[in-house]
């Protein structure tokens, strides 16, 4: 089947901006711009028009864009090279939107997603195509529906529906009115709007990956609108110190726990409003308002009989509001909200023709309210905002001015925003120009995250996602007139005991969400004919409940009990084997100590070599040095003994040369000389001199050790000068030649 892009391209787009502005660093205007990109490349070639880009933008992305919003993006959209300026002054351009360079690719829908995109429209058709009354809807307009409530989950019109009568039993004096009949078209919406919250929960609880990416494409639908409408400064050091933010009754009540399905919503908001810098706060009439919702429902607690429930979600617990009973301002205080007097300033008497011009659009435009007291309620919160807002000094920008009205009804803060330009054109005399610049006067509770989020990053993705949820779980909550309309049925069909079953299913919690699954939240579907198969379903709903309850008891005493059996196996088996475990311990505490002393005699005797191989070192050192020492000793020995030899043989020929010079002058005398001179040397001179020699040279050595090293020991033999030889010296480097090894 063909299949629009339009709605997958949306979601793609919401997942791009979505991814760019979680990077870091990323500008959120340039984040922006690339989404706008699609539109303005459909109107290539046309006159910029603020009115018709808002409305292009509507329609292709669902995203509501104020047209001086839209002027303001103008500018950007020059720079970014979307649009181009015709001509133009200091108060008025004309622009005319840019045509597309051939080859360009469109960036504002980026495919980081597309897989996951596909596969949530699937499942959601394939959701759908189960329920008769939507099986034969295209394609297209049901994914439509689903990005159409994604993005705006609180304006699903089962969150305001009003539920028919609840009475739990009647009878034949029972007063039947005939019930409210809707269209077809009407009927498919509030289907629609249940297929889509449920759709959400569930994926919630079964594909959380595929939750992530939907709450991000919620978080990118609030940036966008934060980033489009509000173009003040961010990164104010004092933030929003001095504002005073006032929560309407619902928020309050939210803030409070009053609204079960909003708790956790309403504590975030909290949260985010102290975190900015800003004061929340609540107007007393907002306060008393609060006070009479929980009057009604502790009441409707107390009474046993199922009344109709607010539609601001599911009521808490009877203990909780006894407890806020009369003390909504006290609890209020208690948790930083601060309660305000409402001002008592006479607004008619500064101007009644405007004042009767607000009074009568604000009672046109809430005819559909629900009642009149919370019609009056709304009127006074708005006329007590006009009240505070200064309309005489100029303010453009909301963190100037000073206070702000916080509604979850997007139609009151509609009201009360257009009352408050009228009461600044009427009263305050500004031209229509100048009245819509100024800031406004109140803002939906997904405007404020958003603003918040703009300013300082506060409640990044996390507001999106517990507000999609509290809107969600409070569309598809059990609804008291779809039970009462069952159990009347039941009542007529099958008896009194048939009805008082199918009741006591509904008591529990499981039964009735079987019932609002079967029925899709609807009461036109609680028929006769689907009455069996919607009480096979609650049945097996509460008695898989039921059933899964008592599988946990009786596996909880099964375990209980083999616990027990195993703790008697255990003491027997310990009493019997005291013994044995006892001398176990005992020879396995010998045999560590054996392998104890084992370790320790081997740690010792490694010690012990270490030391040995390290003396026997030192050793081989010293004795290295000593003989280093004699070798250079003897060499000094040696040396004298040679230089003695030569003197002598020097002598010795002086001699000999004089006997001969004798011989010439006296014949006899020198014949006599040197038969004596050559007797002594040849007999003599080795055995004579030789000694004294050998004693100088020893006497050199013994000089050159001690020198060295007093405490030297010499070898006991001699040295023999004359060979060159030393026998010690010999022996000592036969010994070093030896390999080093550990001493014994």
Not at 202 to 230: G, P, T, W, Y
Not at 232 to 250: F, I, Q
Not at 432 to 453: C, F, H, N, P
Not at 707 to 734: I, Q, S
């Amino acid at each position: 089947m063909a299949i629009s892009s339009k709605p997958k391209s949306a979601l793609l787009a919401y997942c791009a901006l979505a991814d760019r502005l979680h990077q870091p660093g990323a500008g959120p205007i340039q984040a922006l711009t690339p989404f706008f990109a699609s539109v303005c490349r459909m109107h290539a070639g046309e006159l910029f028009d603020a009115a018709k880009f808002s409305a292009s933008v509507a329609g292709m992305f669902g995203l509501q864009i104020p047209r001086l919003a839209a002027l303001g993006l103008a500018e950007q959209l020059e720079r970014e090279g979307l649009l181009e300026a015709l001509s133009g002054h200091a108060t008025s351009t004309v622009y005319r939107y840019s045509t597309p360079v051939p080859g360009q690719d469109d960036d504002s829908a980026v495919a980081v997603s597309e897989p996951e995109i596909d596969q949530v429209l699937a499942q959601f058709v394939a959701a759908c195509r189960a329920d008769p009354l939507l099986a034969e809807i295209e394609e297209v307009e049901l994914q439509t529906g689903f990005l159409d409530r994604l993005l705006h989950a609180d304006s699903m019109r089962l969150l305001h529906r009003r539920e028919g009568s609840t009475a739990a039993k009647r009878g034949t004096s029972t007063l039947t009115l005939a019930p409210q009949i809707l269209d077809a078209h009407e009927r498919r919406d509030l289907r629609l709007d249940y297929q889509v919250a449920q759709f959400l929960l569930d994926l919630r609880d079964h594909h959380q990956i595929l939750f992530d990416k939907v709450s991000d494409i919620a978080f990118a639908n609030m940036a966008a609108e934060a980033l489009a409408c509000f173009s003040e400064p961010a990164g104010s050091p004092d933030g929003l110190k001095g504002m005073v933010v006032y929560l309407d009754s619902p928020l309050l009540l939210d803030v409070l726990g009053v609204n079960a399905d909003y708790a956790e919503y309403g504590r975030e908001l909290l949260d985010m409003v102290k975190a900015s810098g800003a004061v929340p706060a609540v107007l007393d009439d907002c306060a008393m308002e609060a006070e009479s919702v929980v009057a009604a429902q502790l009441a409707s607690a107390r009474s046993g009989i199922s009344q109709k429930t607010s539609h601001w979600g599911t009521a808490a617990k009877p203990h909780i509001l006894n407890a806020l009973k009369d003390n909504i301002g006290i609890r209020a205080v208690a948790i930083g909200v601060e309660v305000h007097k409402d001002p008592d300033i006479a607004l008619f008497r500064r101007s009644t023709g405007t004042y009767g011009d607000i009074q009568v659009e604000m009672t046109r435009r809430m005819q559909s309210w629900p009642n009149d007291e919370a019609r009056h309620h709304d009127e006074r919160s708005i006329w007590s905002m006009l009240k505070i807002r200064d309309s005489s000094s100029a303010c453009f920008r909301i963190c100037d001015s000073k206070a702000l009205f916080i509604a979850r009804n997007t139609a009151l803060v509609k009201i009360a925003n257009d009352a408050w330009r009228i009461w600044l054109k009427g009263q305050g005399k500004h031209s229509q120009t100048i009245a819509e610049r100024w800031a406004q006067v109140a803002m939906s509770d997904k405007q404020l995250a958003g603003y918040l989020w703009l300013r300082r990053g506060i409640g990044n993705g996390q507001m999106s996602k517990v507000r999609l949820l509290a809107h969600c779980s409070a569309a598809v909550r059990p609804r008291p007139d779809v039970k009462a309309k069952a159990y009347n049925l039941a009542l007529e069909l099958h008896g009194k005991d048939g009805a008082d079953h199918l009741a006591a299913l509904l008591e529990d919690r499981e039964g009735e969400r079987a019932l609002m699954r079967a029925v899709r939240a609807d009461p036109e579907d609680v028929t006769a004919e689907r009455l069996p198969y919607i009480i096979e379903q609650v049945r097996l709903g509460a008695g898989e409940f039921a059933a899964a309850t008592v599988r946990a008891e009786g596996a909880e005493r099964l375990a209980a009990t083999q616990r027990a059996h195993e703790q008697e196996v255990a003491r027997l088996l310990a009493e019997a084997h005291a013994s044995k475990s006892a001398a176990e311990s005992e020879l396995s505490a010998l045999q560590t100590a054996v392998v104890q002393k084992k370790l320790d005699s081997e740690l010792l005797a490694g010690q012990v070599n270490a030391l040995n191989l390290q003396v026997a070192a030192q050793g081989r050192a010293k004795s290295e040095q000593t003989l280093r020492t004699l070798e250079d000793s003897f060499r000094a020995g040696a040396g004298v003994y040679r230089r003695v030899r030569w003197l002598l043989v020097l002598l010795f020929a002086s001699i000999v040369v004089l006997t001969t010079t004798w011989a010439t002058d006296w014949p006899e005398l020198g014949q006599l000389a040197s038969f004596l001179l050559a007797a002594f040397g040849f007999w003599f001179v080795p055995e004579v001199l030789e000694r004294p020699v050998c004693w100088l040279a020893a006497r050199e050595l013994r000089l050159a050790a001690r020198r060295a090293d007093v405490r030297l020991e010499l070898p006991t033999v001699d040295p023999d000068f004359k060979a060159g030889t030393w026998v010690g010296l010999d022996a000592m480097r036969a010994r070093l030649e030896k390999p080093t090894t550990a001493p014994e």
